[in-house]
């Protein structure tokens, strides 16, 4: 593949062989002036007090995707977008104007003519070709531009398909637009793609180990045994189906214990993995060993989140079961369940409280709570259905100092939230008829 001076190095390539063509077929001879090639824009090809010089400008008016090559890479990073997983190349197609500029008579026709030649008899840029226009001799090298030399190392002569020239119609309205656009006056012009440039990273990627065999080999056939397909409504590997958190809450807590429900979640080395992108958190925690008779390891998997207030901030997390079970030979293989999402809150833990309204009306007060708070991550205090900011003064990851301006005389249920998760205030605990109620989560400003 190539790199980003592809494009560029298409464009030297082809004005290379335009000069080359131009004196082996003594077309200054044929004119009887000099002529040269350019890679300017249309309004700069003229000057503006100067005579028109005999010459062919190569203007690169468009780039395009590749529509055959645009789907044919995989993803290039993982589902948590950290991972490179490949280099998907970046596949372009080039599409240039060739227009001849003379002040003499019928000179424009005769540029062009050789030009339109030249490109027809070549059709696909050889390798041969681009390493001779972009690799220069040692004795030429030193005294070409910078830009030029560096387009040694474009690898545009390397890359896995060759580039093919194709002439394309403009029609009137196009031409119309095009040379409208550059603001120039028209010459005798014809357009052709340049297809295809493949652009690709040089990055580090991950790279799958190979298949060493199908299955377990026959001693007497010698062949694998192959993949075993039993078709089924249940899945035959290990399964998540839902999270069962303490007191019937939507959010889990530090010193929680979680119920990981599912299918065939038996097996040695047990374990359970907390995934979080945002602040790149990744923690593995044991399932609990205590098995109550109605918690069968085949369909459970316990995992408990106390002591992990500096691990796990609060946020979104991905649940992924991580157990080792034997397969149909009996052969002991790592599962990776699928992902669950668990969300942990932040918890108040010196609720409910009373605060004193200064003689302004306003009250302050510190919030203490936990899991602790990380670099990055927003924090605010909802008193009833108003939101307040901390002070930056005095802050901690485990405590926050507010402000309350007006402070109204009363109760007000408290939450901390933190990157838009809420502490709980709801109290889901319990049996219908009766109904919810608010847990006693409280400030009251006296």
Request: net charge negative; glycine share 8%.
């Amino acid at each position: 593949m190539s790199t980003a001076l592809a494009i560029a190095g298409v464009t030297a390539v082809l004005r290379d062989l335009l000069n080359d063509g131009l004196v082996n077929h003594n077309i200054s001879g044929v004119l009887g002036s000099s002529v040269t090639v350019s890679l300017l824009a249309p309004d700069r090809v003229v000057p503006t007090d100067g005579p028109e010089a005999s010459q062919i400008n190569l203007f690169l008016y468009g780039v395009t995707p590749n529509l055959g090559w645009r789907n044919e890479a995989l993803p290039s990073r993982d589902g948590a977008g950290r991972a490179r997983l490949t280099n998907p190349p970046l596949a372009l197609d080039l599409h240039y104007l060739l227009s001849a500029y003379s002040g003499g008579e019928l000179h424009a026709e005769i540029l062009l003519g050789y030009a339109m030649q030249l490109l027809h008899e070549m059709p696909v840029l050889t390798r041969e070709a681009i390493r001779t226009a972009l690799n220069p001799s040692p004795v030429v090298a030193p005294n070409l531009p910078p830009a030029l030399r560096a387009l040694a190392e474009s690898g545009l002569a390397d890359q896995v398909e060759l580039i093919k020239l194709t002439p394309q119609h403009l029609n009137t309205e196009e031409m119309s637009k095009l040379w409208t656009a550059t603001q120039s006056h028209l010459r005798p012009s014809v357009a052709y793609s340049a297809s295809v440039v493949l652009i690709q990273a040089r990055r580090p990627a991950r790279t799958p180990l190979p298949v060493l065999t199908r299955g377990r080999v026959d001693p007497v056939t010698g062949r694998e045994a192959g993949i075993a397909v039993q078709p089924g409504l249940v899945p035959a590997v290990p399964l998540l189906t839902a999270a069962v958190l303490p007191l019937r809450q939507p959010v889990a807590a530090i010193g929680d214990e979680v119920v990981l429900q599912g299918r065939l979640l038996d097996g040695t080395a047990r374990s359970v993995r907390l995934v979080q992108d945002r602040l790149e958190i990744d923690v593995t925690l044991p399932v609990l060993a205590e098995q109550l008779p109605d918690r069968p390891a085949a369909t459970v998997a316990a995992v408990s989140l106390a002591g992990q207030q500096a691990a796990l901030p609060a946020g979104v997390y991905r649940v992924v079961v991580r157990v080792t079970r034997p397969d149909a030979q009996g052969v002991d293989q790592v599962h990776l369940t699928n992902p669950l999402m668990l969300t942990l809150a932040p918890q108040i833990t010196n609720l409910p409280q009373q605060v004193g309204r200064a003689g302004d009306g306003s009250a302050a007060l510190t919030i203490v709570f936990t899991p602790a708070l990380r670099v990055g991550q927003r924090a605010v205090l909802v008193l009833g259905a108003s939101e307040y900011a901390p002070e930056v003064a005095g802050a901690t990851p485990t405590s926050l100092d507010f402000v309350v301006p007006d402070a109204q005389v009363g109760v007000h249920l408290a939450r901390l939230r933190i990157d838009g998760v809420d502490s709980p205030i709801i109290d889901m605990d319990f049996e219908p008829p009766e109904l919810p109620g608010f847990l006693d989560r409280t400030v009251e400003f006296t």
